[in-house]
């Protein structure tokens, strides 16, 4: 019989993001508004090779992405923690359309970064050289400009929030809603998949076919949901790349992980000439 090891501590999660001073609702509001006004002052001003503009620009996305990120993390901790939970739910969505409205400062921002000459880059470089941001921007002015007019990635990414991101968050709350039957000895239990996946490591490997076995029936039943979820999301994901004149998909996870396609191809060889090892295991 497995032991069942539950964890009783539990985070104040907002305490991690802000202080007393400047409560979640307005940490959020602030953050939106904020963004809004970047947006719209960075967009109608033309590109400034004024290396003392670029770097205001720089400090200013750096303060941003990390507050952003900060509301992505809390969100998906509080979802994740009960996706039944209206005001996690709520806070998800609302956590969406910041990213979205950061990801089109940040397309305007890197047009700044690569307008700047090398003149005034080497000023900026100067000021912010100890900083660990400097290879991120190094990298940003060697890369290509997407070819996609700036209306277009709007429009991508207005839908998105509705798009991509809901039909992933679509499949997330559908997998947190279902419940696996489960039988640990003699306690039969109906489990999440987060809970019926820890009995994957363990050394019993009836134990773990018994996982296989619960998981694999209920998710057979909903199999046309998530395959028209699936199915969907890849579709928004292939039609963003048309837009963009990307021709092949493994484009952006490559660039996104720094690694070619030939390392890529060598990391599968090496798995798939090793499954021997790991198959009997599962």
């Known amino acids: 019989m497995v032991k069942n090891h539950t964890m009783l501590h539990r985070w104040n999660l907002e305490s991690l993001l802000h202080n007393e001073e400047e409560p979640l609702e307005e940490f959020v509001e602030h953050l939106e508004s904020e963004l809004t006004e970047h947006l719209h002052d960075y967009k109608t001003n033309k590109l400034n090779q004024n290396s003392e503009t670029v770097l205001d620009f720089i400090r200013t996305m750096e303060n941003l992405i990390k507050r952003v990120e900060q509301l992505s993390e809390l969100a998906y901790c509080a979802v994740s923690e009960n996706r039944k939970d209206a005001a996690a739910v709520k806070l998800e969505a609302r956590a969406h359309e910041v990213k979205q409205k950061l990801d089109l400062l940040h397309t305007v921002f890197q047009k700044h970064v690569k307008g700047s000459t090398d003149e005034n880059w080497n000023a900026i470089k100067k000021e912010i050289d100890a900083s660990p941001i400097i290879f991120y921007l190094e990298e940003m002015r060697k890369r290509d400009i997407e070819s996609v007019s700036e209306n277009i990635a709007e429009v ?9 991101k809901a039909w992933s968050d679509l499949y997330h709350q559908t997998i947190s809603n279902l419940s696996f039957p489960f039988t640990d000895g003699e306690t039969k239990q109906l489990l999440t998949l987060g809970e019926l996946s820890k009995y994957n490591s363990v050394s019993d490997r009836k134990v773990r076919n018994k996982v296989h076995e619960a998981r694999s029936g209920v998710l057979r039943e909903n199999e046309d949901l998530f395959a028209a979820i699936l199915n969907h999301f ?4 292939m039609k963003t790349y048309k837009y963009k004149g990307w021709e092949s998909v493994l484009k952006e996870p490559l660039r996104l992980n720094r690694i070619s396609k030939d390392t890529l191809d060598t990391m599968w060889n090496a798995i798939k000439s090793n ?7 599962f």
Do not use: K
């Open 275 to 281: 499954n021997h090892i790991f198959q009997p295991f």
């Open 234 to 237: 890849s579709g928004f994901r």
């Open 156 to 164: 991508i990414e207005d839908f998105s929030v509705d798009g991509f």
